[in-house]
């Protein structure tokens, strides 16, 4: 997905942490619809120089955003794993991983968000940065399942289904909250818009 503002940041964070480490990051993002931000990041990554491994994950890959990775990440493109399945299927199946910055845009609601952060505790540590999507605006206390809401998904298998019967929570900002408070992470607002940056306090005080 799109995180309007956030790409300058993310550059940074990632060349700022692989010319001190000099271990190649890796990215996980949940979500990528039209592939902006995927692609964006990716190739500015790959211009910088920076080693990386990105894993991009979505319940319904559009055929372009491929055939642009092959045009814009020519010598890179091996490093990008563009994957088509539901993030809580993925998350459950992955193995010896250790990411560097997480970015969560998938199914907008308290249900999936609230597994996708339980299930990221054991691919995540102390130095992870996340930036959680519609944590303010539309879905911060509102459900939206791509299953059942968004036009052009209901067919989609991978969806994940909404949970039977009226739920005590609902939305973003309760499951990244809770996530939080779990963790003993902080949360920082960079800029206005709906994401918000999660990390430990060294981080966040150190600049990033």
Not at 104 to 125: A, I, P, R
């Amino acid at each position: 997905m799109s995180y309007r503002g956030y790409l300058p940041f993310m550059v940074n964070l990632c060349t700022k942490r692989y010319i001190k480490t000099k271990e190649p990051i890796s990215i996980l993002e949940i979500g990528i619809q039209h592939g902006i931000t995927t692609l964006s990041l990716a190739t500015h990554l790959s211009i910088r120089g920076v080693d990386y491994q990105f894993d991009a994950v979505d319940i319904k890959l559009f055929d372009y955003v491929p055939l642009l990775a092959d045009s814009l990440l020519i010598g890179t493109r091996e490093r990008l794993n563009l994957i088509e399945q539901n993030s809580l299927v993925y998350l459950d199946q992955l193995r010896n991983k250790k990411f560097d910055l997480v970015l969560v845009d998938g199914d907008h609601n308290y249900y999936t968000v609230s597994q996708e952060c339980e299930l990221l505790k054991k691919f995540t540590d102390e130095n992870t940065v996340f930036i959680f999507d519609d944590y303010d605006g539309k879905w911060s206390h509102k459900d939206l399942f791509y299953k059942r809401d968004r036009e052009g998904y209901e067919d989609v298998k991978l969806a994940t289904e909404p949970p039977v019967g009226e739920q005590n929570k609902q939305g973003v900002k309760s499951a990244v909250d809770e996530f939080i408070e779990e963790s003993g992470m902080q949360k920082v607002k960079l800029m206005q818009g709906s994401p918000i940056v999660v990390a430990s306090s060294h981080i966040i005080s150190g600049g990033f």
